[in-house]
């Protein structure tokens, strides 16, 4: 039976029936999605891997390394705790390698600092409480751990979903069927049984958009929701690098309902979670700059300019890994950056343009470095940089030389072929979720102005999402080719999972008008069978290659 419009539906002698009524469902609905994500987390288990856990891949891994060497030895250094030897694996590629305080080299955590250390502090009282240790007890105290860190604020995500959706003249149909779609047909629930940064970024982006709304249709709206929105919004940020135009744009539409409001609460609350990422950053790797923007040489020190006979002979000579025979220059700025003892070794970091050479000069006796680069090959410069790259070191998994990295690893060297598979392709933002075409449209609907109830309008998150969307997406497709690799092995592009609460949003429109008929119904719950089908494929281990890139491995499609 087609549902009419609320507003319609409910006489005025009944609201408090009617929203009862309203919020019944709502609850079933929350509860039964709260559940199974629950569920699977009380019972999750990766049998393989060494010993059974609950990490699921490197990307997981390398936060609980952090996690467990904050709680147990107070530092974020994971040296002690990536060591063979071990009842399970706990080693990761997502690590970097720098200068720690005490003038050694120390592995990290390459993920933002934050949330693990956040993490950490209820590692710390589960460990209080309970005596039991991520070291001796990895999959009861991850458990718990995991609950608290996602079962919660997965209910608190789909209770604020709730609460936008319901301030909507839009159909009861409609409402009950976009919370379905948030409980059970997007990968954030896929990724719900997995410590990941992109489950809490969802939640904070719904949150802040729940007020966000509240501030755009009530000017005069307290103080304490544009705070509200300022936390919430960086607090996105914090977990999602590109979730930074999200936080700008909130700051926007703060800032154009009331200036003061948003310079006396929004800003206020924006830098608390600033100082959080900015403080826990420093005091982890003693640098302002996240780990992960470590992937570049430093600064220039100086430059050797070469004749071309000179250049050659020189050139031999790095290429035989001879330091003796270079100039004496090059003794002079090794012993300035405090390297006694050179060892030369070859160039072996995949972002090395084809036109130049690179060497790098490690001490044996210091963990000092610096690396010597030709720009191009008709240059006569020899560049001496500073080391400023913690992804190239010894073993590094990212090294050009490792055989073992993985295909979707060496990324997609063409832009056009990336971003297909993105949006349509093996990765595809509308082929694995069918349910974003509706979102797609119901953007560009509420853009132009769509009223829903013949008389409500939402231009601004019209707007908000459009401009999300192609920022999102346009940042990660003009990424360099290593970066260009859909997340790795991911089950969908988890990239843009932060983005889910928007889109949802954003399908208010086109649902209430496909709503409206059996026909237009029965498309909708075409398009969620098929996005909750695709989202529970790898409801198991959310880190495996979605069901569609197996299907085009078997098929012999290019990739």
């Not at 990895?138 to 609950?147: A, G, N």
């Not at 948030?182 to 719904?206: E, K, Q, R, W, Y």
């Amino acid at each position: 039976m087609v549902e009419h419009n609320s507003a319609e539906a409910c006489p005025a002698e009944l609201p408090n029936f009617c929203a009862s009524r309203h919020w019944a469902i709502f609850w079933l609905l929350i509860i039964c999605s709260t559940v199974v994500v629950a569920g699977r987390i009380v019972t999750v288990r990766n049998h393989n891997t060494r010993g059974e856990s609950t990490f699921f891949s490197a990307n997981d891994r390398s936060r609980w390394c952090t996690v467990r060497s904050l709680g147990d030895a107070g530092t974020y250094a994971i040296d002690d705790v990536i060591v063979r030897g071990q009842p399970i694996h706990w080693d990761s590629i997502d690590k970097v390698r720098h200068v720690g305080p005490d003038g050694k080299m120390h592995d990290y955590s390459s993920k933002p600092t934050l949330l693990p250390t956040l993490v950490a502090g209820k590692y710390l009282a589960v460990k209080w409480v309970t005596g039991f240790s991520l070291a001796e007890n990895p999959v009861i105290v991850s458990r718990i751990l995991l609950l608290l860190t996602n079962v919660i604020p997965w209910a608190i995500f789909l209770w604020f979903f709730a609460k936008f959706i319901n301030s909507v003249p839009v159909r009861d149909w409609t409402r009950y069927y976009l919370l379905a779609c948030a409980g059970f047909a997007t990968f954030l629930s896929t990724f719900s049984n997995s410590l990941n940064n992109h489950v809490p970024a969802a939640i904070s982006v719904m949150i802040a958009l729940y007020f966000l709304s509240q501030i755009w249709r009530h000017a005069n709206e307290r103080w304490w929701a544009f705070a509200c929105a300022g936390f919430f919004a960086t607090f996105a940020f914090a977990f999602e690098l590109p979730a930074a135009a999200f936080t700008g744009c909130a700051g926007l539409i703060c800032l154009l309902r009331s200036p003061v409001k948003t310079c006396a609460a929004f800003v206020p609350a924006a830098l608390l979670v600033l100082t959080g990422i900015v403080g826990t950053n420093y005091v982890a790797h003693g640098d302002w700059r996240p780990a992960y923007a470590h992937r570049k040489d430093g600064s220039v020190v100086r430059t050797f300019t070469a004749d071309d006979e000179g250049r050659e002979r020189v050139t031999e000579s790095l290429d035989r890994l001879n330091w003796s025979a270079l100039p004496n220059e090059f003794d002079e700025v090794a012993g300035e950056l405090g390297i006694e003892s050179p060892q030369l070794e070859p160039d072996r970091w995949p972002g090395t343009s084809a036109q130049s050479k690179r060497w790098v000069v490690r001490d044996r006796d210091s963990a000092n470095q610096m690396v010597i680069v030709v720009p191009s090959q008709s240059s006569l410069n020899f560049q001496f940089l500073r080391w400023d790259n913690w992804y190239d070191y010894p073993g590094s998994y990212w090294l050009s030389s490792n055989e073992r990295k993985s295909v979707i690893d060496r990324g997609q060297a063409s832009q056009a072929t990336y971003l297909f598979h993105c949006l349509f392709g093996h990765h595809g933002i509308f082929s694995l979720t069918p349910i974003w075409l509706m979102a797609l449209a119901g953007m560009i609907s509420l853009a132009c102005g769509v009223k829903m109830a013949g008389r409500f309008t939402m231009n601004w998150l019209g707007w908000l999402a459009i401009v999300l969307t192609v920022v999102v997406v346009g940042f990660y497709v003009s990424q360099p080719t290593i970066n260009r690799n859909y997340g790795g092995v991911s089950s969908c592009l988890r990239w843009v999972l932060w983005l889910a609460p928007v889109w949802l949003v954003s399908m208010l429109p086109i649902v209430d008008w496909l709503g409206s008929s059996r026909k237009g119904q029965t498309f909708c719950l075409l398009l969620f069978a098929i996005s909750a089908l695709s989202a529970m494929s790898s409801m198991d281990n959310p880190w495996t290659h979605p069901w569609l890139y197996d299907i085009w491995n078997w098929t012999g499609l290019p990739k």
